[in-house]
Nanobody
Framework: VQLQASGGGLGRPGGSLRLSCAASGSITSIGAMRWYRQAPGKQRELVAAITRGAYTNFADSVKGRFTISRDNANNTVYLQMNSLTPEDTAIYLC?????????????WGQGTQVTVSS
């Protein structure tokens, strides 16, 4: 099972970026999918999460600016980031609970860099 994140890059303050993370491999089912971020010198932070049934939750720092969605048919999760600020600069990592070989396991993507700067 692999998670492949994409969509990072340079964003402007007040601008938008959209991240994607696609899971592939011998997947029976995917449960919750999440986006974390880690900025230099800071602890890894849970940014947003979505259950298979589309229940979502967000870090206070991104509420009202970020949305998370998923495409269950394509095993993909998205993070739409609006009203970007320099404080959103970080490596963004996706995470998913995957049912594989008769057990649930947590998998991580490789991370994608988001830099917000004018």
């Amino acid at each position: 099972v692999q998670l492949q994140a994409s969509g990072g890059g340079l964003g402007r303050p007040g601008g938008s970026l959209r991240l994607s993370c696609a899971a592939s491999g011998s997947i029976t089912s995917i449960g919750a999918m999440r986006w974390y971020r880690q900025a230099p010198g800071k602890q890894r932070e849970l940014v947003a999460a979505i259950t298979r049934g589309a229940y979502t939750n967000f870090a206070d720092s991104v509420k009202g600016r970020f949305t998370i969605s998923r495409d269950n048919a394509n095993n993909t999760v998205y993070l739409q980031m609006n009203s970007l600020t320099p404080e959103d600069t970080a490596i963004y990592l996706c995470n998913a609970d995957v049912y594989y070989d008769r057990r649930w396991r947590a998998y991580w993507g490789q991370g994608t860099q988001v830099t917000v700067s004018s």
